[in-house]
């Protein structure tokens, strides 16, 4: 992959709308397939604010806006999560919702498989218990 899409690959995935659609994609797939109940539990009954916020970390992660950062200070994701249980089962179901999203919303090349990279590695880091 060439520097520039690494270094940009919010712009090279097709920017705001193509998050938002990402993102929306994955959580109504979160609420649709029973194989995600394990990470759907976790989540409140609306999934506006997490949708928002997920597009709002992305966005910045990314290299576009940073738009989480600035409402939120500094993601710190694992410790955001840590009062959550999340393992390998929680990580699985996490990870097959957002591939299929991806699947669904992002054309195949360089910047897709890069995000997809960075995606499985925070979902494993989001671990905070074994099994």
Not at 48 to 71: D, Q, T
Request: with cysteine; hydrophobic share 45%.
């Amino acid at each position: 992959m060439s520097e520039a899409v690494e270094t940009d690959l919010y712009g090279a995935l097709g920017g705001e709308a193509a998050l938002r659609q990402l993102v929306a994609r994955f959580y109504a797939l979160m609420d649709e397939l029973p194989e995600a109940y394990v990470i759907r539990k976790l989540h409140q009954d609306d999934l506006g604010s997490a949708r928002e916020k997920l597009f709002e970390y992305f966005s910045g992660w990314l290299g576009g806006p940073p738009l989480y950062e600035s409402k939120y200070g500094h993601p710190r994701m694992r410790a955001r999560h840590m009062p959550f249980a999340i393992g390998v089962a929680e990580r699985d179901a996490w990870l097959m919702c957002m591939a299929q999203a991806f699947d669904e919303t992002l054309p195949p090349g360089p910047a897709r498989d890069a995000f997809w990279e960075r995606v499985v590695a925070l979902a494993d880091w989001m671990r905070n218990r074994e099994g």
